[in-house]
């Protein structure tokens, strides 16, 4: 460190800023080269893409370019800096244990496959689609486009539900039909109004459901399922349908749920 630091000739001087700067250029070259070659073997294995392991290759690369000029440059011996800092580690995890904690559920959750990026899932209530899996923490975008950032070793001891197709498009639609009415006929219209309402915004594969569940005094009770494409304003389809079953004639209105419930009424006096 004191041949660095201390009085030094021009040309040793210029010799020690080009070696730093081969290494600089060597290192970041090794890691365009590695980093493009590991999503290249990630995509063949089947192994989902993110951040995580690119970022512990180039901890890597960097490593052994930083060793690679301490002798040369700054005069200080690799094996007693690797040394140093293997002890000077001990202390500094006791103070990292929750990144230390974060990194190692990171990858234990992208190795065995548990979320990858695209994954729709659920996670402690919150639902969204996984965006990346970075050192710390897993990005979760829900429909609105907000961002849940919730910490890898969290992560690990969290129940995780993973979505199906079906769930994630599901756009339900409540509703009451007047009791008598032919149901059949109902879940035909109620398809027929999605398509004029939703239009374009229905997602292809998928059929438009009406499952009736229950009797009450509204009348019955039914759900409509629409199934929408990503990236579509979920409330405003439901809207649409909305406006367009309330005009049917078969929807229960407020004086045959008053009725309904007058009748129920008297027949439970009687």
């Given at each position: 460190?004191?041949?660095?630091?201390?009085?030094?000739?021009?040309?040793?001087?210029?010799?020690?800023?080009?070696?730093?700067?081969?290494?600089?250029?060597?290192?970041?070259?090794?890691?365009?080269?590695?980093?493009?070659?590991?999503?290249?073997?990630?995509?063949?294995?089947?192994?989902?893409?993110?951040?995580?392991?690119?970022?512990?290759?180039?901890?890597?690369?960097?490593?052994?370019?930083?060793?690679?000029?301490?002798?040369?440059?700054?005069?200080?011996?690799?094996?007693?800096?690797?040394?140093?800092?293997?002890?000077?580690?001990?202390?500094?995890?006791?103070?990292?244990?929750?990144?230390?904690?974060?990194v190692?559920?990171?990858?234990?959750?992208?190795?065995?496959?548990?979320?990858?990026?695209?994954?729709?899932?659920?996670?402690?209530?919150?639902?969204?689609?996984?965006?990346?899996?970075?050192?710390?923490?897993?990005?979760v975008?829900?429909?609105?486009?907000?961002?849940?950032?919730?910490?890898?070793?969290?992560?690990?001891?969290?129940?995780?539900?993973?979505?199906?197709?079906?769930?994630?498009?599901?756009?339900?639609?409540?509703?009451?039909?007047?009791?008598?009415?032919?149901?059949?006929?109902?879940?035909?219209?109620?398809?027929?109004?999605?398509?004029?309402?939703?239009?374009?915004?229905?997602?292809?594969?998928?059929?438009?459901?009406?499952?009736?569940?229950?009797?009450?005094?509204?009348?019955?009770?039914?759900t409509?399922?629409?199934?929408?494409?990503?990236?579509?304003?979920?409330?405003?389809?439901?809207?649409?349908?909305?406006?367009?079953?309330?005009?049917?004639?078969?929807?229960?209105?407020?004086t045959?749920a008053?009725?309904?419930?007058?009748?129920?009424?008297?027949?439970?006096?009687?």
């Amino acid at each position: 460190m004191e041949d660095f630091l201390g009085n030094i000739d021009t040309s040793v001087l210029v010799g020690k800023i080009a070696f730093l700067a081969v290494v600089i250029g060597v290192a970041l070259l090794v890691q365009r080269v590695v980093v493009h070659g590991l999503r290249r073997a990630l995509d063949a294995a089947g192994v989902p893409k993110a951040s995580i392991f690119v970022n512990i290759v180039r901890t890597i690369i960097w490593a052994f370019a930083l060793l690679a000029v301490l002798q040369p440059v700054f005069g200080i011996q690799p094996t007693a800096f690797v040394a140093a800092l293997g002890v000077t580690s001990v202390v500094i995890s006791l103070g990292l244990q929750d990144t230390v904690s974060n990194v190692v559920a990171g990858l234990g959750l992208m190795l065995g496959r548990v979320v990858r990026p695209g994954d729709q899932v659920t996670i402690g209530g919150f639902s969204g689609e996984v965006v990346d899996v970075t050192w710390r923490s897993t990005m979760v975008r829900d429909r609105g486009g907000k961002v849940e950032v919730i910490p890898n070793s969290v992560l690990n001891k969290t129940a995780l539900t993973r979505e199906t197709d079906w769930s994630v498009t599901d756009c339900p639609v409540e509703f009451y039909a007047e009791p008598g009415c032919d149901l059949d006929a109902v879940a035909l219209e109620v398809q027929h109004l999605a398509r004029e309402a939703c239009g374009g915004a229905l997602a292809p594969g998928f059929t438009t459901e009406a499952l009736f569940d229950g009797l009450g005094p509204l009348g019955i009770h039914g759900t409509t399922h629409l199934h929408l494409v990503a990236g579509t304003n979920y409330s405003v389809q439901a809207d649409a349908l909305v406006r367009a079953i309330s005009r049917a004639p078969w929807i229960a209105r407020p004086t045959t749920a008053a009725a309904n419930v007058a009748a129920a009424d008297k027949g439970t006096t009687n």
